[in-house]
């Protein structure tokens, strides 16, 4: 075979004149570098990391090396007889033609016959692909059958066991699975790739419920209560996570890595999360090298509006670490937040000239300088910066920041330029570039010229929300109060939860005394809609503003935008109600 493989390649050598010949020859080569590919399918078994598409299974994951030793002594003696290799040759042409349920069903056939663990997981592996998770069950049984000592194969089976809804078998599975890891000492590992599985069930709780009673005999184990966090957050309940990653911090000692997955778990709690930063800044002390434990602990007081506490966590981590792109970009961040703009520009500056070698994205910093620099008022730098965004997720942000940029310059026709020169693939994406043009028209006071590009774009796309509620918006502007209300009740035609739009009708038509009932039931719907928007309630007429405070609204002025003054620009929603778009 090997022989007829080697000349295969090497057609200009024999004497084939004829076009009949050499096309003889070629298929003659093809069926053997198909039959190559199939004998090695057959083999799959041997290949490191062979990759399955499967929504659970990892059928392709590296075994243990006990594993593969004992693999050898459960392979039998197949004979590669004509019809087995006519069998192989079929299957793989048929998977290769898309028809991996019919190539499974015929090596789960030949596998069944030969009693060969090789044939039941490439039985699987094709089942898998099919999406055909029963067959793949059946397979991959086989397989644990014929190789009763690979570990591969029995995290197959009860993963499949798992989405398929067995249940009840997959927990016997579990059981032995960890009661084999306890014998081991393999047991941080068994209950990793115990969580992963039972977060495959979309019936979170009941996921939950089963690891709750395969753990018990683990009780006092770190990696069980972590577990059993893990499962619990997923299934919405912070609470009893954050009491299950607690206790895991009391088992940790001074295990930093499980010490840092226990205060991550406890962070959606915050009563647990006020006792992770408790055990985090002792262990500190104690180990005050850690940099990771020193790390999680910044976040946990980050997130606890503990910003300065956060940021000189990172400064010790920084002194530790000081080429730590991570620690200068999280320094940036909090520097900014704590009303330090000069600080976070300084930690960019760093994080940009760490040495080559060092893996980090740039774009981000580029994008948050610019940022810097805009609301620095220091425009042409700013501009510098978001020219140095390149392809990828922040250049849309990057562009529409410039044009604002160019046009608060008065470069009003660059500006336009940018936008529409701008290559995005996506309508969204096309329809926000027109609403940030229109921005920097109605900025430089040219309301018609706002009002016809909107109205150019909505023609195309007559049912397109944000177009409809910015077109209403452009109307009112050039006082034609007919469209604004076309195109808003349009909108709210398409949209009936668009609080947004209920406001801007109701509060257009009592800005001007029209149907005055009619304009309080709108913004009423508003409020009802939206009872905390402090955009929509401090445009309430006063004398309607009791209603809105019997409802439980907020009238606080300018809540939004105090809130969004508190988060580093790349964090800010793309609307802020009291200063339109950002």
């Not at 024999?14 to 570098?33: D, M, Q």
């Not at 079929?90 to 016959?113: H, V």
């Not at 309508?427 to 920097?440: C, D, G, M, S, T």
């Not at 029209?514 to 445009?539: F, M, N, T």
């Amino acid at each position: 075979m090997n022989e007829l493989l080697r000349a295969s390649r090497e057609p200009a050598s024999l004497p084939l004149k004829s076009t009949r010949a050499r096309a003889a020859w070629y298929r003659l080569s093809l069926i053997c570098a198909l039959t190559s590919i199939a004998l090695a399918s057959v083999c799959v078994a041997e290949r490191a990391h062979a990759q399955a598409a499967s929504p659970g299974a990892r059928v392709g994951d590296q075994e243990s090396p006990a594993s593969s030793a004992d693999r050898s002594a459960n392979i039998p003696e197949v004979e590669l007889s004509p019809q087995l290799i006519f069998q192989l040759l079929a299957a793989e042409l048929a998977a290769q033609r898309g028809e991996a349920g019919t190539a499974s069903a015929t090596y789960l056939s030949i596998a069944q016959k030969h009693r060969d663990p090789r044939l039941a997981r490439r039985a699987t592996e094709l089942a898998l692909t099919a999406r055909a998770p029963k067959r793949a069950l059946t397979a991959a049984r086989l397989w644990l059958e014929l190789e009763p000592g690979s570990s591969l194969a029995a995290q197959t089976v009860q993963a499949l066991q798992l989405s398929t809804g067995d249940l009840k078998a997959a927990e016997e599975s579990i059981v032995r699975q960890l009661e084999e890891a306890r014998q081991k000492g393999t047991l941080a590992a068994a209950y990793e790739s115990v969580q992963r599985a039972l977060l495959r069930i979309q019936d979170r709780p009941r996921a939950l419920e089963i690891l709750e009673r395969v753990s018990m005999p683990d009780r006092n184990r770190a990696e069980a209560q972590l577990a059993l966090a893990t499962l619990a957050q997923a299934a919405g309940d912070r609470e009893r996570g954050g009491r299950y990653a607690l206790r895991a911090l009391e088992l940790a000692g001074d295990d930093a890595a499980l010490l840092v997955q226990a205060a991550q778990l406890a962070s959606g709690d915050e009563a647990a999360r006020a006792k992770a930063i408790t055990a985090l800044e002792a262990f500190v002390v104690r180990m005050p090298r850690a940099t990771e434990a020193r790390f999680a602990l910044a976040r946990l007081l980050a997130e606890s509006d503990r910003r300065e506490d956060a940021r000189r966590q990172f400064e010790q981590a920084l002194e530790i670490e000081p080429q730590s792109p991570t620690i200068l970009f999280s320094l940036a961040q909090l520097a900014y937040q704590t009303k330090h703009p000069e600080d976070a520009e300084r930690y960019l500056r760093r994080y940009l000239e760490l040495p080559g070698g060092i893996e980090r994205e740039l774009d981000p910093a580029f994008l948050f300088l610019g940022q810097l620099a805009e609301e620095a008022r220091r425009f042409e730098q700013a501009l510098g910066w978001y020219e140095k965004v390149g392809p990828g997720e922040q250049q849309l942000a990057a562009t529409q920041r410039r044009a604002i940029v160019l046009g608060r310059l008065g470069r009003i026709e660059e500006a336009r330029s940018v936008l529409r020169e701008a290559p995005v693939s996506e309508r969204a994406e096309r329809n926000r570039l027109i609403a940030i043009e229109a921005q920097v028209l109605r900025t430089a006071g040219r309301f018609e010229d706002a009002f016809q590009l909107l109205d150019q774009a909505l023609a195309q796309q007559p049912d397109e929300p944000d177009l409809l509620y910015d077109h209403a918006m452009a109307a009112e502007k050039v006082n034609r109060i007919e469209v604004l209300e076309k195109s808003l009740r349009r909108l709210i035609e398409l949209q009936p939860e668009h609080a947004h739009a209920y406001n801007a009708l109701g509060y257009t038509l009592a800005d001007r005394g029209l149907r005055l009932e009619e304009a309080q039931q709108l913004i009423e719907k508003a409020v009802a809609l939206s009872p905390k928007d402090g955009h929509i309630i401090d445009s309430v007429p006063r004398p309607w503003r009791s209603s809105a405070r019997a409802s439980g609204s907020t009238l606080r002025t300018k809540r939004c935008s105090k809130h969004c003054a508190g988060l580093a620009p790349i964090s800010r929603p793309r609307w802020c109600a009291h200063v339109g778009p950002y």
